[in-house]
């Protein structure tokens, strides 16, 4: 049974920092490319960023360049998305996936629950 189980959310200042981790258990984390999506209320779904296998290749939506950071352990089959400088339109439900290369959902084929991440202004 694959789980993925994301921590780490929570409320923020506008400027603040949250580190988001996402552990998987029940495949082999290392064979999968990861990413972070998030969702606000009343808006799609979106891509946030994606990192490879091996953690060499990353690749990152417009709004997250420069301020999120995504990267992985393989030896603690955990991936993490390090966000600085917050802002309110940053406020959404964050999931992390487990699938193959790409921006789209249906790259992804599990997911984990999600952690809200708050900003406030």
């Given at each position: 049974?694959?789980q993925?189980?994301?921590s780490?959310?929570?409320?923020?200042?506008?400027g603040?920092?949250l580190?988001?981790?996402?552990a998987?258990?029940g495949?082999?984390?290392?064979?999968?490319?990861?990413?972070?999506?998030?969702?606000?209320?009343?808006?799609n779904r979106?891509?946030?960023?994606a990192?490879s296998?091996?953690g060499?290749?990353t690749?990152?939506?417009?709004?997250?360049?420069g301020r999120?950071?995504?990267?992985?352990?393989?030896?603690?089959?955990?991936?993490?998305?390090q966000?600085?400088?917050?802002?309110?339109e940053?406020t959404a439900?964050?999931?992390c996936?487990s699938?193959?290369?790409?921006?789209?959902?249906?790259d992804y084929?599990?997911w984990?629950?999600?952690?809200?991440?708050?900003v406030?202004?």
């Amino acid at each position: 049974q694959v789980q993925l189980v994301e921590s780490g959310g929570g409320l923020v200042q506008a400027g603040g920092s949250l580190r988001l981790s996402c552990a998987v258990s029940g495949r082999t984390f290392s064979s999968y490319t990861m990413g972070w999506f998030r969702q606000a209320p009343g808006k799609n779904r979106e891509f946030v960023a994606a990192i490879s296998q091996t953690g060499v290749s990353t690749y990152y939506a417009d709004f997250a360049k420069g301020r999120f950071t995504i990267s992985r352990d393989n030896a603690k089959n955990t991936v993490y998305l390090q966000m600085n400088s917050l802002k309110p339109e940053d406020t959404a439900v964050y999931y992390c996936a487990s699938g193959r290369w790409g921006t789209r959902s249906y790259d992804y084929d599990y997911w984990g629950q999600g952690t809200q991440v708050a900003v406030s202004s």
